[in-house]
């Protein structure tokens, strides 16, 4: 929010193809004081970036503006993980100006292309969650709701994958090495954040719920933000970005001076390390002490900074709730619900319940996951120590709360455990999950069966506790990022089709291209879209793995992280099926394919990095098969990442989304690739469920156990029978035991088909051949062009539903009952 002085004349939006050259020139000599001719690739592409993020710079403060003036009810989302993707090509789409740049580039000698190359993608996430947070705040500004997104600005972003000998190595992810010319530090706005120390009762409250605490240790929260820019219209929203720094007096010059360098800059190292580097685990929690401390330091400074921008147009706290709404984005940032009763309570010194009121109508909570090892519980020990008033706060929070349940279902002490927000045995924790659901007014999940799950199994008892709480919000992609700027050859065809380009801020008009699925010359255009795509990412195979693809093969790609759940073995034991055929009968007429994986294993993931190297095994093994390679390739594409997505879902045909039925929560991926044509063959799993009502059963390649099936199998579940009995699947089983996929070492994948024959915990051996099946209808389908590019076309036609606006929509009516404010074009 901005105070009421003059503004200066802003650079406008696009202008001229003359006034950009002119900021790029000046821009290189001012900003980089250098020239044209002894710029380097990173000056030319710093003086791009910020010639380009100048001309945000204007509709950010004219949003300021506008959000000063209307003081709105503002959506804050927390969250521990952003994947923002690749700011250069979005920005000049969202200002208008790539238009300017191939021609400027051309006069200068110089490529797109090669400045591109500087353009590095903030890694400040790990998967689904991060990029899902980041498609939502796209679709916040494009629909010019006031919001502001907190994260942390790790100095290292997810790891670097690369391969060695077939095995995962994980190097830092430097994503700042060339500096970041897409933010903005703001260190007014520092805050400071303490850990450690002790409480003592607040002299004045006989009440003793008000308690002073003096912490041990204080580090410094510096923000730098980021502009969120919406697309076809003026607002651009922010993300603010905290990074840990030691408090001024930590250089300890006595002991420098003494020689002693390392113990000299130890507080400082210690701090810095709060926001050194991303945990690179997905779906499972990491219970580190460090990691908390991140958590607690992205709400204290975040709250603090809410307070600070509320503050600066309201007086009192009545109005908080009615002007704050906090979303959060998983158990990750939950501590804010303590962090605001502290502050509300020991600082501005309201009463308790006033306090809990105001805090229970601020905060939202949206669940992501059904994984029992993916729902967090700290240890009431490390909170003790780490945070000793917030452990009291979540006491008393807690001793309110079962007195609720207790008038509630009075006598029902197992009730009462299985409610608690703390876990009694084996060992005292607190279950965030629950702190989450207590402290707020709508708990959500991402995907319909995923939210009916959740009030029937892991949150049930909250469930029929508090029903009206419970809204289930299905996630969303941004079109913008995943079908404009990611496939402009379709995004140009659909455009033409559709007479304009209202769909991508509009996505469920795509419903009409659905007419075009019967025309021959646009299914003949939409083949050739496909395969100059295909084309693309096969160079782009080549150039990272060395090997060759065929464009015109079937693409069958496997993109996501590495988790048992997400069965990636069930993948691989396809393709070795499609092995043991093709070296049974050489001459079988066999679909060309080419198997596409893509993703990384959580570092600690051991079994996940051995399957890695089983898939990169298997993969040298078929592409060097004289017999095998001409029908079949595979190919484990290193580093998956945003900008490696955008380049391989163009391209693909067919979607894998095979996890075990109830485990996906929802999946984004799935959208991201229907929405550009490719066909789903999957389970009845999280969204894939709402993507087969969409697009028609007929459209969609079905197979395997349903949640419930898959609850009842496990409980008399014996892999090892469906092993016994289908030669085929025991045929790929016994390859993987053979060795033949590591030069004879029997050993090293025996852990693989241990885990196969003995728990199978994800039911791979009894989808096996359903799923087989499925992909023989997928290959038979696949022969006849024109059926084949119809469910393309109807994919894409109808998954509109499944744009991020449509998401951001639904949060807004359901949730955060927040209204747009519109800001005037320059
Ligand atoms: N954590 N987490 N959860 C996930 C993903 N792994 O990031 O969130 C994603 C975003 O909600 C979901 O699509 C996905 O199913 C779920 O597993």
Not at 289 to 297: A, G, H, T, V
């Amino acid at each position: 929010m901005t105070d009421a002085r003059p503004r200066p004349k802003m650079r406008t939006v696009g202008g001229t193809l003359e006034a950009f050259e002119q900021d790029l020139i000046s821009n290189l000599y001012y900003q980089r004081g250098t020239t044209l001719e002894s710029a380097s690739g990173p000056d030319g592409y710093h003086t791009l970036a910020v010639t380009v993020r100048d001309r945000l710079v204007g509709r950010y403060a004219r949003t300021a503006a506008a959000h000063y003036q209307a003081n709105p009810r503002f959506v804050y989302y927390l969250s521990a993980e952003y994947l923002l993707g690749r700011q250069l090509r979005q920005n000049l789409l969202y200002t208008g100006t790539e238009q300017f740049v191939r021609p400027i580039a051309e006069d200068l000698g110089v490529s797109l292309e090669e400045l591109e190359a500087y353009d590095v993608e903030p890694g400040l996430g790990n998967g689904g969650l991060g990029r899902l947070a980041a498609c939502l705040l796209d679709s916040m500004a494009t629909l010019d709701i006031p919001a502001v997104g907190y994260g942390i600005r790790y100095e290292f972003g997810i790891f670097k994958q690369a391969f060695r000998d077939g095995a995962q190595v994980e190097r830092p992810d430097d994503w700042t090495f060339y500096g970041n010319p897409w933010e903005f530090p703001a260190p007014d706005d520092r805050q400071v954040v303490g850990f450690y120390g002790s409480t003592a009762p607040a002299l004045d409250d006989p009440s003793g719920l008000r308690r002073q605490w003096t912490p041990a240790e204080t580090v410094r929260g510096e923000p730098s933000h980021m502009l969120v820019p919406g697309y076809g219209t003026p607002t651009v929203n922010i993300i603010r970005l905290w990074q840990a720094r030691a408090s001024r007096e930590s250089f300890d010059l006595s002991r420098f001076g003494a020689g002693q360098y390392k113990e000299a800059v130890e507080d400082i190292v210690q701090a810095e390390n709060i926001s050194k580097v991303l945990y690179p685990d997905d779906s499972t929690e990491q219970g580190r002490e460090l990691r908390l401390k991140q958590q607690y330091f992205l709400v204290a400074c975040s709250l603090r900074d809410i307070i600070r921008r509320y503050r600066l147009r309201n007086t009192g706290w009545d109005a908080f709730p009615a002007k704050v709404v906090i979303q959060l984005n998983d158990t990750h940032p939950v501590m804010a619900i303590t962090e605001l009763m502290r502050l509300l309570v020991d600082e501005y010194r309201l009463d308790w319940d006033l306090a809990w009121s105001i805090t229970r109508r601020t905060f939202n909570y949206t669940c992501h996951t059904l994984l029992p090892e993916a729902l967090e519980t700290w240890s009431v020990e490390l909170l003790e120590r780490l945070l000793p008033r917030h452990m009291e706060i979540i006491y008393s929070i807690n001793h309110f709360f079962l007195q609720e349940v207790a008038a509630t279902y009075p006598g029902d002490l197992d009730k009462m455990r299985r409610l608690s927000i703390i876990q009694e045995y084996p060992e005292k924790r607190v279950r965030m999950a629950h702190l989450a659901v207590v402290g707020s007014t709508a708990v959500n999940g991402v995907a319909e069966l995923h939210t009916r799950l959740l009030a029937e199994t892991t949150l049930r008892d909250f469930a029929e506790l508090w029903p009206q709480k419970f809204h289930n919000v299905t996630n969303g992609v941004t079109p913008r990022r995943f079908v404009r700027l990611a496939n402009p050859r379709l995004s140009e065809l659909i455009t033409e089709r559709l007479g304009d380009e209202g769909w991508l801020t509009d996505l469920e008009r795509l419903d009409r291209l659905a007419g075009a699925a019967d025309d021959p010359a646009f299914l003949e255009r939409w083949r050739e879209v496909k395969r100059l795509n295909k084309v693309d990412l096969t160079h782009q195979v080549e150039r990272s793995t060395g090997v060759v693809v065929d464009p015109d093969a079937l693409c069958d790609v496997m993109i996501k992280r590495f988790h048992e759940y997400k069965r990636q073995h069930l993948k691989l034991l396809h393709v070795i099926t499609l092995f043991n055929r093709l070296r049974e009968m050489p001459e079988m007429d066999m679909v060309p394919r080419t198997v596409l994986f893509g993703g990384k294993a959580a570092p600690g993931y051991h079994a996940m990095k051995l399957l890695i190297r089983l898939v990169n095994a298997v993969a040298e093994t078929v592409n060097t098969d004289p017999v095998v390679s001409r029908h079949l390739k595979v190919v484990l594409l290193p580093d998956y990442n945003v900008s490696r997505a955008q380049v391989i879902i163009p391209a693909a045909d067919l979607s894998e989304q095979i996890s075990l039925a109830g485990k996906e929560a929802s999946g984004t991926g799935n959208m991201k690739l229907a929405l550009n044509g490719a066909v789903t063959i999957g389970t009845l799993d999280g969204a894939n469920i709402e993507i087969r009502d969409r697009v028609g059963a007929e459209n969609f390649f079905l197979f395997g156990l349903d949640a419930q099936q898959a609850v009842d199998l496990r409980r008399h579940y014996e892999p090892r029978a469906y092993y016994e009995r289908d030669p085929e699947l025991r045929a790929a089983v016994d390859a993987i035991a053979s060795g033949v996929f590591a030069k004879g070492d029997r050993s090293l994948f025996a852990p693989v088909v241990d885990a196969m024959l003995g728990r199978d915990e994800y039911l791979a051996l009894a989808d096996y051949r359903a799923y087989v099946e499925c992909q023989d209808a997928v290959a038979t389908a696949w022969r006849d062009r024109d059926r084949w590019t119809r469910m393309s076309v109807l994919n894409a036609a109808r998954t509109g539903f499944f744009s991020s606006d449509r998401t951001v929509r639904e949060y807004c009516d359901k949730i955060w009952r927040v209204d747009p404010v519109r800001v005037e074009p320059d």
